[in-house]
């Protein structure tokens, strides 16, 4: 009699257990499932949180050749910015003393420039395309996550790195965008005609911007050096670069006017029509 009751105890304390630890299992999943939604929404917005604050270095690679009145306008329109977390690489190609006496005023202005001076001899000159050799030294001095172009008879916008960095900033995935530019003395409009797998001749040099990574992933500009066809790396390495990086990344229009192309007589692109004649 003794053993049955004993039994009996044994088999209610064992059932009640049983229910004890299944309440408990059941909590355990609540809880779990509570902590694991906690987790994800505040990863979720820690995302948004630092994606709205984000403000990347932004390299601006600037090419310089005995300008001295027109590099000071170009450094001017970069150090002007709305957008201060940017770095300055001023990429000179063995200018005269005027030139490179502005350019020592500025360096000594202003910390966020860096300066390279080449040494190339004038009858290198026309064996490639200088601005392309040169965008390649800044590209491997930058620092910056994302890259943007100037030659020294152009400028920017005061508000274009802030709202090209906007513009990366609400579209994560795109890595090249480019913006509309004016250009004088005609006073026109260069157009952003959508999204583009074809940039060449439509896109200038110094309206586009794109991740660093993708020129570490597909390479850099192209000069010409030792080729034949020289010449068309003179006019048109910006184009063949372009072309390049958009067979991977698309490049996708900024609607709006950032910076202004200058286009006179003392050009690289003016002295190449007349050789051409
Ligand atoms: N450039 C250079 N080395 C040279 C000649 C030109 O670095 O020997 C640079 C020049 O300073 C300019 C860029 O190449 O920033 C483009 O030249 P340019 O403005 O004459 O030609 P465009 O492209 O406007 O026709
Ligand atoms: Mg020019």
Not at 74 to 79: D, M, P, R, T
Not at 177 to 199: E, I, S
Request: net charge positive.
């Amino acid at each position: 009699m003794k053993a049955k009751i004993f039994l009996k105890i044994k088999k209610a304390a064992r059932k009640s257990s049983i229910l004890v630890s299944a309440n408990e299992k059941r909590k355990d999943f609540r809880d779990f499932i509570g902590d694991l939604l906690g987790i994800i929404f505040c990863k979720l917005a820690r995302n948004i949180k630092l994606r709205q604050e984000w403000q990347p270095l932004v390299s601006v690679l600037l090419t310089s050749y005995n300008r001295p009145q027109m590099i000071r306008r170009a450094i001017q329109s970069v150090l002007g910015q709305t957008y201060s977390n940017f770095e300055l690489i001023i990429l000179d190609d063995n200018s005269n003393e005027e030139t490179r006496t502005v350019i020592e005023s500025y360096l000594q202005k202003d910390l966020r420039i860096r300066r390279y001076y080449s040494e190339v001899k004038d009858e290198d000159r026309w064996k490639e395309a200088r601005y392309a050799a040169l965008f390649n030294i800044g590209l491997a001095m930058a620092r910056g996550e994302l890259i943007a172009y100037l030659t020294d008879d152009d400028g920017y916008l005061l508000s274009k790195l802030e709202k090209m960095v906007k513009f990366f900033r609400e579209h994560p995935a795109v890595k090249i965008a480019y913006n509309q530019q004016n250009y004088l003395p005609q006073n026109k409009t260069r157009r952003a005609y959508g999204v583009l797998k074809k940039p060449g001749h439509v896109v200038d040099a110094i309206s586009a911007m794109h991740y660093k990574s993708c020129v570490e992933e597909l390479g850099n500009w192209e000069t010409g050096k030792g080729k034949e066809d020289a010449d068309r790396y003179i006019v048109g390495a910006d184009d063949m670069f372009f072309n390049k990086l958009a067979r991977k990344y698309a490049f996708y229009p900024v609607r709006e006017v950032l910076d202004t192309r200058i286009n006179h007589k003392d050009t690289i692109s003016a002295k190449m029509a007349e050789k051409g004649k």
